[in-house]
């Protein structure tokens, strides 16, 4: 079993949809859940993170952990054609001292 | 701050050729990643290194070596190419942690190098 699942996409939305992305992980360890964001042709930057469990919200972005279900959200609201990009969480903690990345979703706002 | 750099952007290799992925930071960070990205597996970590001198193997290290002689600088080296080293790579760089209260290690990427191996 992965240590991070990600639905790869593509997803597909128009301009102003509320987008849901996704991850679930396998080890209750893990303390720190973050989601990179990564548009075509560059690096992944870091978009947000929580700790633990709850959620965390900046702007239109509202990161979500249920660490009950080991499971990760990302929610975009009013979304833009500038989100168009590739969304990769990632989680840390536990034994190892590395970030462990999903693959990522790749996701399209149509104008 | 120019941040991670990384050269060249792009490079084309015939099998069993050598080269070196150059990875420079400037913002005095002592951990040090490399990475490689194939379509639909994510980001899979190749070597890191804690400090100058130290380096350590991620999950995937066969085919690369690495060096880190300063805190600035972490190449990875490919000694005999292979087909399946067709991929990106990205170095990215962070502060060490701690603890898990001293927050999570916000990893800076660089730009990536696209490598080709024909």
């Known amino acids: 079993q992965k240590e991070v699942e990600q639905d790869p996409g593509p997803l597909s939305v128009p301009e102003g949809a509320i987008v849901s992305l996704n991850c679930t992980y396998s080890n209750s360890a893990f303390q720190y859940f973050m989601w990179y964001r990564q548009y075509s042709r560059k690096g992944p930057e870091l978009l947000m993170y929580t700790y633990s469990s709850g959620n965390k919200e900046d702007g239109r972005f509202t990161a979500q952990v249920d660490k009950s279900s080991k499971y990760i959200s990302l929610f975009i609201r009013d979304s833009q054609p500038s989100d168009s990009a590739t969304y990769l969480c990632a989680v840390y903690g536990g034994a190892t001292n590395k970030l462990i990345f999903g693959t990522g979703t790749l996701l399209a706002v149509q104008p | 701050n120019a941040g991670v750099t990384q050269t060249p952007k792009f490079r084309i290799l015939k099998i069993g050729q050598s080269m070196t992925l150059q990875c420079a930071q400037d913002?005095?960070?002592?951990?040090m990643y490399w990475y490689r990205q194939d379509p639909g597996m994510g980001l899979k970590l190749i070597y890191y290194s804690v400090g100058a001198g130290i380096t350590d193997k991620g999950e995937v290290p066969n085919g690369y070596n690495v060096s880190r002689s300063t805190t600035e600088d972490f190449p990875l080296r490919l000694e005999l190419a292979a087909p399946s080293q067709t991929s990106v790579y990205f170095c990215a760089s962070s502060y060490s942690v701690p603890g898990l209260a001293g927050g999570p290690p916000e990893q800076y990427f660089g730009p990536g190098t696209r490598l080709t191996v024909t």
């Open positions: 913002m005095n960070h002592n951990y």
